[in-house]
């Protein structure tokens, strides 16, 4: 199925939200990204990047966050190599959005490029939905892996995140390895069939 990632942005009853990226955008975060989703309602947003594409991207454009520290936070992944997960998770106190794939937050890769991306989605309401939750707590683990620092403005964020989604609390991420497993096999049996997710890689 195809999907327009430009029009993921423009889906209400979010609260909070997560991306990861290589290639750092400045603008495109700060004046597509942001402002569309607290015009939508999801006021609580983080941006994780690669801190040497991070620090080449704010050399280039020392303005381009212009709403960082107040509307978002852009929090920089240091590793000795590249860091290079393509990751969009949002969360509200009922549901989850899970897209995981090949595309930068960068207007190419939201906007121009045709990039890959598995798309998983978890709500209340839907019965079918429920292990998809497991995968959702899975990848919130795994991102905030990398928000363990400094910083009163990434704490409070991600402390408003757990309050506007105590369902993850409940959600048990060992068990999003059985749902994978699961879906893996079910596509095996039936080709046309689409595995909706797999386990964020671990640190």
């Not at 930068?104 to 939905?129: F, K, P």
Request: charged share 25%; aromatic share 8%.
């Amino acid at each position: 199925m195809r999907i327009k990632l430009i029009d993921e942005l423009r889906q209400s009853g979010w609260r909070s939200s997560i991306m990861t990226t290589y290639s750092v955008d400045p603008q495109f975060y700060d004046r597509v990204v942001a402002s569309r989703f607290r015009a939508y309602g999801c006021e609580n947003n983080i941006l994780i990047a690669d801190a040497a594409m991070l620090d080449q991207a704010l050399d280039a454009d020392p303005a381009g966050f212009q709403g960082a520290g107040r509307r978002y936070v852009v929090a920089p992944a240091r590793v000795a190599g590249c860091f290079h997960p393509k990751v969009s998770l949002r969360l509200a106190p009922d549901k989850a959005r899970l897209l995981i794939g090949s595309a930068n937050v960068t207007a190419a890769g939201w906007g121009h490029n045709q990039e890959i991306t598995t798309a998983l989605t978890w709500s209340r309401r839907t019965a079918a939905d429920a292990p998809a939750a497991a995968v959702v707590r899975k990848a919130f683990d795994y991102l905030k892996v990398w928000l363990q620092q400094p910083g009163e403005a990434l704490a409070y964020k991600l402390d408003l995140m757990v309050r506007q989604a105590p369902w993850l609390a409940d959600a048990e991420p060992n068990a999003a390895r059985r749902v994978c497993e699961t879906r893996h096999q079910a596509r095996h049996d039936n080709p046309e069939s689409v595995s909706l997710g797999a386990p964020a890689p671990s640190r």
